[in-house]
């Protein structure tokens, strides 16, 4: 990386700082008292309540084994299997994903999460993968961020340490399997069948769009939020994929947003 020697910064012809590099060190060492909160801040400081508001997570029946667990700003897909069911996206944190998958628990109690799907690496789709992975489930990602889920299973967590703080000891167990969608993958069959596709886009590399043949809905996240009028640029990258892949699709449900009919994401895409 380069770094200038010297920055200045003007505000309409004004100098306002100057500053020039001298020596530069990279991650030294920082001394506690660095981060000392002095007494007079203290004292005058808000005590909050360390008590969190609890997490509600509330299931939406999109289609005939086909639900949406909806929870404020972030929403997953939960696809009935038979035996199993499988969930796509493990957002926001680990919290969050403990609160669905007991949802789920309670609400399906012979089923068990076999598998969840993660859509694209960003913090707020992937921050419940820890506790998804902590739950013994295995999940399912784009080949560009196997490495990154790897490395959520297996980062020391010392706060609220979690089942896999403990296998990192001597007594090491196994790690759910952690595997990578190269360009699709297609996970089961017949009214359950999910398939994962690649989905090119402008938002992040490494994602991945979910279809869900039965009932022709197809998740994503972020590409479209989905609001009554879809962006025009994503409505754009998820019309190309569609006819790329040729699937057909009714209904855009996503990890944002309200679910939008196709033909309101075609016409956002029409210039
Ligand atoms: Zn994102």
């Not at 994503?220 to 790329?244: W, Y």
């Amino acid at each position: 990386m380069l770094l200038s020697r010297q920055v200045d910064i003007e505000v309409n012809n004004r100098l306002q700082t100057h500053s020039v590099a001298t020596t530069i060190s990279t991650n030294p060492a920082l001394s506690d008292s660095m981060f000392a909160i002095p007494d007079s801040i203290a004292a005058r400081a808000q005590r909050s309540d360390p008590t969190p508001p609890p997490v509600v997570v509330t299931l939406v029946e999109l289609a005939p084994n086909v639900w949406r667990a909806e929870g404020g700003s972030h929403h997953s897909l939960i696809v009935d299997q038979g035996a199993r069911l499988v969930v796509v996206e493990a957002p926001l944190s680990a919290m969050r994903m403990e609160a669905m998958l007991d949802t789920l628990r309670s609400r399906f109690p012979t089923k068990p999460v076999g598998l969840v799907i993660n859509t694209h690496h960003h913090w707020d789709h992937s921050g419940g993968l820890r506790a998804v992975l902590a739950a013994g489930v295995p999940v399912v990602t784009h080949a560009r961020n196997l490495s990154f889920v790897r490395s959520i299973a297996t980062a020391r967590k010392t706060v609220r340490p979690d089942v896999l703080s403990r296998r990192l000891g001597p007594a090491r167990s196994p790690l759910p399997a952690i595997s990578a969608v190269e360009d699709s993958l297609v996970i089961g069959r017949g009214d359950g069948q999910v398939i994962a596709y690649r989905l090119p886009t402008a938002h992040a590399e490494g994602m991945l769009a979910i279809y869900v043949p039965s009932a022709k809905i197809l998740f994503q996240s972020d590409v479209v939020n989905a609001t009554p009028n879809p962006p025009a640029a994503g409505s754009a990258e998820l019309v190309r994929f569609v006819k790329a892949r040729g699937i057909t699709v009714d209904r855009v449900a996503g990890g944002h947003g309200v679910v939008v009919p196709w033909a309101d994401v075609e016409r956002a895409a029409t210039p």
